[in-house]
């Protein structure tokens, strides 16, 4: 059975910089994508960026554009959420997960209904 466990999370300051981590385990997960979402108190769960199984597409919300790199290490099993210049609108449970079936990232990779394996999350604090 898939198994998807965040790390990272934490309490920032504006402007400091986290790096996030997605472990993946138990299942096969060759030719998916892994993407980074993330839910603010009271908001509607929100795309961050995706990544192909071979690390080379990516696809990014706008607001993470410049600010924030998503990565892998295959031979990890870890999908990463790099963040930078934080903002306190950034603060929200960060999660992770892995498409239904084999793809490539595109603009569909926004949308959470792709995505079958989630983790619990890690949550992200940036205070002013």
């Known amino acids: 059975q898939r198994r998807l466990v965040e790390s990272g999370g934490g309490l920032s300051q504006t402007g400091d910089s986290l790096r996030l981590s997605c472990a993946i385990s138990?299942?096969?997960?060759?030719?998916?994508?892994t993407a980074w979402f993330r839910q603010a108190p009271g908001k509607e769960r929100e795309f961050v960026a995706a990544?192909?199984?071979?690390?080379?597409?990516?696809y990014y919300a706008d607001f993470a554009k410049g600010r924030f790199t998503i990565s892998r290490d295959n031979t990890q099993n870890t999908v990463y959420l790099q963040m930078n210049s934080l903002k306190p609108e950034d603060t929200a449970i960060y999660l992770c997960?892995?498409?239904?079936?084999?793809?490539?990232?595109?603009?569909?990779?926004?949308?959470?209904?792709?995505?079958?394996?989630w983790g619990q999350g890690t949550q992200v604090t940036v205070s002013s």
């Open positions: 997960a892995v498409d239904r079936k084999r793809s490539w990232v595109n603009s569909g990779s926004a949308y959470a209904t792709r995505y079958e394996t």
């Open positions: 990544i192909n199984w071979d690390g080379d597409s990516t």
């Open positions: 138990g299942g096969t997960f060759g030719g998916y994508v």
